[in-house]
């Protein structure tokens, strides 16, 4: 099955700009998108089909794509954005949805 | 206004069964899958699988085949996740979420359930 795998934690200091990663094989062709979940609640989508954003999402969110590796973006860090994220693609061979493992964002 | 409710939370012993709504308002219910998502306690975000809402097929994740059944009532615009069987290791907040051309773009508040004798 698909594996995406994500670094467990990163921190950034407010105003900082905190990325992070997703990989999997040849992950670049696939439509990546990121949730992101604070702490008793459920998730919401941040970015779509890799770099797009839903209303109400900050500019400071983007992402990109390629290669193995997708990346979550967070510019201008600030204290509201600490909470766990998660990236998530559709695997075409096993006709399954995927989540990456997800990864903590503390703000320092 | 665009949402999914769920129903409440849920206590039951292992072996009996467990049903969860959820609810869609404010769009065309039939237009969108609806995706099941599990996250057990302090773990990620696991797919279960979804329900077509227009014809009723479904598609299960590998780990759920088996115990777990989607179905709908489109004359209330409500799906549904039934797991058989519980077992301790099903004690979870359950969720579901809108299907949107790949993402999920829409979730429900989550519903948690805990399995214990």
């Known amino acids: 099955s698909y594996v995406l795998t994500q670094p467990p934690s990163v921190s950034v200091a407010p105003g900082k700009t905190a990325r992070i990663t997703c990989g999997g094989n040849?992950?670049?062709?696939?439509?990546v998108h990121w949730y992101q979940q604070k702490s008793g609640q459920a998730p919401v989508l941040v970015i779509f089909?890799?770099?797009d954003r839903p209303s109400g999402i900050p500019e400071r969110f983007s992402g990109s794509n390629s290669g193995n590796t997708a990346t979550l973006t967070i510019s201008r860090v600030e204290a509201g954005d600490e909470a766990d994220y998660y990236c998530h693609v559709w695997d075409l061979s096993s006709d399954h949805y995927v989540f990456g493992t997800g990864t903590k964002v503390t703000v320092l | 206004q665009v949402q999914l409710v769920q129903s409440g939370s849920e206590l039951k012993k292992p072996g009996a069964s467990m049903k969860v709504s959820c609810k869609a308002s404010?769009?065309?219910?039939?237009?969108?899958?609806v995706n099941w998502v599990r996250q057990a306690p302090g773990q990620g975000l696991e797919w279960m699988g979804w329900?077509?809402?227009?014809?009723?097929?479904?598609n299960y994740a590998q780990a759920f085949t088996g115990r777990s059944v989607f179905s709908l009532d489109t004359s209330v615009n409500t799906a549904y996740l039934q797991i058989n069987n519980l077992k301790s290791e099903d004690t979870a907040v359950y969720y579901c979420?809108?299907?949107?051309?790949?993402?999920?773009?829409?979730w429900g508040r989550g519903t948690p359930v805990t399995v214990s004798s």
């Open positions: 979420a809108r299907e949107n051309q790949g993402s999920f773009d829409l």
């Open positions: 404010g769009y065309s219910f039939t237009s969108y899958a």
């Open positions: 329900i077509n809402t227009n014809v009723g097929n479904s």
């Open positions: 089909s890799a770099g």
């Open positions: 040849n992950i670049g062709s696939k439509s």
